[in-house]
């Protein structure tokens, strides 16, 4: 992506996210993020003004027949995400759609679902 703003870079995963689940027929989805600024962003009402071209075009594809859901989450609330993405190789960035998770990540997907809700 180049060099950007910890913003920008949340927005531009999210687009490319709903993009791939539009792509790959997913009719639910939900998109957790640990940006609250661009939850924030995305959950305002008048978007359709938004000076963003990228935050008009995440609207557009939110407003598609499907469902999705945009939630603030914090990062410590989840390391697997986290850990995910700290093992991206920034200089030769790629989508990748993981039909399993990696080896490394089930302990904390284990820790994580054991978790109760509070």
């Known amino acids: 992506m180049g ?14 996210g709903l993009k791939v689940a539009w792509d ?7 998109v957790q993020s ?5 939850v924030r962003l995305l959950q305002d009402h008048n978007l359709v003004g ?6 008009r075009a995440i609207d557009s594809y939110r407003n598609k027949c499907w469902a999705t859901e945009l939630i603030w989450i914090p ?8 850990s995910l993405a700290k093992c991206v190789d920034s200089l030769h960035p ?3 759609i993981l039909e399993e998770p990696p080896d490394f990540l089930l302990p904390l997907l284990a820790a994580d679902t054991s978790v109760s809700p509070s």
Request: aromatic residues 12%; charged residues 15%; glycine residues 2%.
């Open 3 to 16: 060099v950007t703003s910890p913003l920008f870079a949340e927005l531009w995963a999210i687009y490319i």
């Open 24 to 30: 790959n027929g997913f009719e639910y989805v939900q």
């Open 34 to 38: 640990d940006c609250l600024e661009a």
């Open 50 to 55: 938004n000076n963003l071209s990228l935050v």
């Open 75 to 82: 990062r410590a609330a989840n390391k697997p995400a986290d």
């Open 94 to 96: 790629a989508i990748s």
